[in-house]
């Protein structure tokens, strides 16, 4: 499976520093031979806030295979929902990747299991992928709540998984969330035992034809220094990064571990 690099870059950025970054990446991964294999190497992902979209970042991303997300898409296409974004529209200005279940967006936002279900199921109607996050606090982990919390985050996602299974890519990134902006990542066996479980509860749910194939990605404070060990884990396909993913620099070193 090819391994997916994907940055969170949060609130951060003007859209000159943005041009700049993306350029000053294009001209880093131009140097890596072989990396966008179909069946090898990795993929770039930079989720990013919906007013860096203008056409020419969008043309020169695409151009340098660099795909740019939205961080948040809402559960209906139009309406009255102030602030949210339609997902019919990400889709028809050219954004193909959508992250959902930030913990940020349930902690600061009132996303909950359900709402964060309901996302998923219409940003897979229109073929947009998906990576969505889920993991548990600190406390939960502490109370041995991990895999209740996991399951019940996943539980209300599953029938759209199966039914738009197919027609674009779902990717779950495992994001503890003591992990998460603090400089404590979960060693290599943590996540490890996190998504061993997460891969096996999705085999129980909906079988091994989908749940083998389902993309898992690990975020919490992912930099170039542990990115290597965490990519070379099995389980592992991929990473989702915020802190690090703010130098073009960083981020790509972190890319260039999977090669
Ligand atoms: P971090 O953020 O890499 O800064 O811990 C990860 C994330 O929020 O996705």
């Known amino acids: 499976m090819k391994k997916i690099i994907a940055g969170n870059w949060k609130m951060n950025f003007s859209p000159q520093e943005a041009k700049q970054y993306v350029e000053d990446m294009s001209a880093m991964i131009k140097n890596v031979p072989n990396h966008f294999t179909d069946s090898a190497g990795a993929m770039l992902i930079l989720f990013t806030p919906p007013y860096l979209w203008d056409s020419n970042l969008l043309e020169h991303s695409k151009q340098n295979k660099i795909y740019l997300g939205s961080q948040n898409a809402h559960w209906q296409d139009r309406g009255a929902f102030t602030g949210e974004l339609s997902p019919q529209v990400l889709k028809q200005i050219g954004l193909e990747w959508i992250l959902l279940g930030h913990s940020e967006r349930r902690q600061w936002f009132g996303e909950t299991n359900e709402t964060a279900a309901q996302r998923l199921d219409r940003c897979l ?80 749910s909906i079988g091994a034809g989908i749940a083998t194939r389902i993309p898992l990605l690990y975020g919490g404070s992912v930099t170039p220094d542990n990115a290597r060990s965490l990519l070379h884990q099995p389980e592992i396909d991929g990473v989702l990064v915020g802190g690090a993913s703010l130098k073009a620099q960083s981020f790509f070193d972190i890319f260039h571990s999977v090669l």
């Open 125 to 204: 109607s229109h073929q947009l992928n998906v990576v969505f996050c889920i993991g548990e606090t600190l406390a939960q982990r502490e109370n041995n709540e991990m895999h209740e919390v996991l399951t019940q985050q996943l539980k209300p996602c599953l029938p759209s998984i199966e039914k738009y299974w197919g027609q674009s890519t779902f990717a779950i990134a495992y994001e503890p969330v003591w992990a998460i902006g603090t400089g404590k990542t979960a060693t290599p066996i943590e996540a490890m035992e996190a998504h061993t479980f997460i891969r096996s509860f999705l085999t129980t």
